[in-house]
C-alpha cells in the first residue's frame, strides 16, 4: 500500500483549498496548518510527515498549480497563491456532482458542484477514497469537461 500517495492526495487538496478561500491574496502557507504539529528528529529536522507535506507543495509550485515567493525555513511557503491553472481547475464543475432532483438557487448549485467545493465535503468527512479521486481530477489535464461552468 502506498500510503505516502494519500498522504499526499490530502496535502495537495488542502494546501489548494486554503490558497482557494484565500484567493486572490497572497499568503503564508504553514505546513503545521494542514498536518498539524509534528515534532523535529532527534537531529532538529523535521518529521517525514512534515518534509513529504512540504514536498507536495513545491511540487504543487513546480506543477503550475501555484506559485510563492520564498520559503520560511521547513515551515511554510511565504506569499504563496492560486496561479491561473489552479483556480480554473477548483472552480470548475464536477458533472454528476450533485443530487438528481436536488432543488438548489442557481448560484449555490453553481458552487455546490465545483471541484473546490467537493474536495472540501471529502476532507471534511474525512473519505480518504473520494479524496484521491477528486484530487486525481485536479490533475487531469482536460478543463473541457462538459457542462463545465468554467
Known amino acids: ?71 520560511i525555513a521547513y515551515d511554510a511557503l511565504d506569499q504563496a497563491v492560486l496561479t491561473e491553472k489552479g483556480f480554473l481547475r477548483l472552480s470548475r464543475a464536477i458533472p454528476h456532482a450533485l443530487r438528481e432532483g436536488e432543488v438548489l438557487p442557481p448560484s449555490v448549485r453553481r458552487v455546490h458542484a465545483t471541484l473546490a467545493f467537493q474536495l472540501r465535503e471529502a476532507l471534511a468527512q474525512q473519505h480518504g477514497e473520494r479524496t484521491a479521486r477528486l484530487t486525481r481530477l485536479l490533475f487531469e489535464s482536460s478543463l473541457s469537461v462538459p457542462g463545465d461552468i468554467v
Not at 537531529?43 to 514536498?55: M, V
Request: glycine share 8%; aromatic share 12%.
Open 1 to 71: 500500500m502506498d500510503l505516502q500517495i494519500d498522504d499526499f492526495y490530502k496535502d495537495a487538496a488542502s494546501g489548494l483549498l486554503m490558497l482557494y478561500q484565500a484567493f486572490p491574496r497572497k499568503m503564508a502557507l504553514y505546513v503545521e496548518d494542514l498536518i498539524g504539529r509534528e515534532e523535529p528528529d532527534e537531529f532538529g529536522l523535521p518529521s517525514k510527515r512534515h518534509q513529504a507535506c512540504l514536498g507536495a507543495l513545491l511540487w504543487l509550485a513546480e506543477e503550475g498549480y501555484l506559485r510563492f515567493e520564498s520559503t
